[in-house]
């Protein structure tokens, strides 16, 4: 059976950018994150054709677990920790790394008898007031953590970047000062940087970077394209031409009647909609590649379908190919149009749409 919309996964880009990572932060080691779903990519295969990396980020227990059933071996890292003794339990039964970023956890380390020792990244909030001890409250977390007999020894120390992405921006600044500040002479291993820390901010490198967005060929900085730094898309999404038809000067096309033809213009119907995961408030106007062929898209997304002005140019058939996001659209254009994020548009794709890896 052929299906129409695919996500082609190309697990040499993916390689590529993994590649043009170390490049960036040679002086790092790469932890790379593939929570929720890879972004989209596919959890699995994604890890698989990663895995030269030195470990991998997940938000929770069940994407580490899926790892783990896969057969990698790597140091699996819980960004969001664990809630309770039962998850904790089992990341130790799975032998992952965890996030300590409250007192909770303090906590829960404290009342652990068994011989288990746990691998730690202890969290620092140093202005993103998402998770992590303040830079107040942090030595004396430090101190009663690393005294633990159930904490293996050399814990990490991590903080994340809230604006990373605007360069130049002084709170970055302030937010690696205060985490430099605050671990001097902890002789622990650190880790900052995010996709933009990467890029923008090298004074954030450390000994671990975190790279999602970079490793999937996108640019995290508006208005800047990710081919400028040597990535690769490594998700194209594509569907086909289901019908070709002629609409007359004054006619409109799709709900709400929100476009009309003010010339006899060919419009391609594509199989793809919100529901695969194309966002339905792009304008009128986004550029989809019709054969390789850049064509505005008019009226509304629906459901499945969309309506592409193809009037210049050679006429499609039913069939014929057309390109969402992906290799020659990159996929920050869509979402700007769309008044959203890159991150958004490859997490959303949907659950029928097929993931085919290359
Ligand atoms: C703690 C943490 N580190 C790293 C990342 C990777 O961010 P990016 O995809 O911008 O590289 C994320 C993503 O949200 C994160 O939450």
């Known amino acids: 059976m052929t299906q129409l919309v695919r996500a082609i996964v190309d697990t040499r880009a993916l390689q590529r950018n993994l590649a043009a990572v170390r490049g960036f932060a040679p002086g790092s080691r790469v932890m790379a994150v593939v929570k929720a779903n890879a972004y989209g990519h596919g959890l699995v295969p994604t890890a698989l054709a990663l895995a030269d990396a030195d470990g991998f980020a997940v938000a929770r227990l069940e994407e580490g677990a899926a790892l783990r059933r896969a057969g990698l071996r790597h140091p699996i890292l819980l960004l969001e920790g ?103 002479g902890l002789n622990a291993e650190t880790s900052i940087a995010n996709s933009a820390g990467i890029l923008a901010w090298p004074e954030s490198h450390g000994d671990w970077v975190r790279p999602g967005l970079l490793l999937y060929g996108i640019s995290p900085f508006a208005g800047e394209r990710a081919e400028k730094f040597g990535l690769v898309p490594a998700m194209t999404l594509v569907t086909r031409v289901i019908a070709v038809r002629a609409v007359r000067s004054g006619e409109s096309v799709g709900y709400a009647s929100t476009w009309v033809a003010e010339r006899p213009t060919r419009i391609a119907i594509a199989a793809a909609g919100y529901g695969d995961g194309y966002p339905r408030n792009v304008a009128s106007g986004t550029e989809v590649l019709v054969n390789g062929r850049s064509c505005p898209l008019v009226g509304r997304v629906s459901m499945d379908m969309i309506a592409v002005d193809v009037t210049d140019g050679p006429a499609p058939v039913a069939g ?39």
């Open 82 to 184: 664990v809630l309770d003794d039962a998850q904790l339990n089992e990341a130790a039964h799975q032998d992952f790394d965890l996030v300590v970023h409250g007192e909770n956890h303090v906590e829960l380390l404290e009342r652990q008898t068994g011989p288990y020792r746990f691998r730690i990244w202890v969290k620092i909030d140093t202005g993103m007031s998402r998770l992590g001890f303040r830079v107040d409250e942090f030595p004396e977390a430090w101190r009663r953590l690393t005294s633990l007999a159930s904490v293996a020894p050399r814990p990490r120390i991590m903080t994340h970047l809230a604006n990373a992405d605007l360069r130049g921006d002084p709170k970055t600044r302030e937010q690696i000062a205060a985490f430099r500040r605050v671990t001097a």
């Open 320 to 358: 014929d190919e057309v390109v969402l996001w992906g290799r020659g659209l990159p996929v920050e254009e869509v979402a700007a149009q769309a008044g959203t994020i890159p991150y958004e548009l490859i997490c959303g794709v949907s659950q029928r749409v097929l993931h085919e890896i290359v």
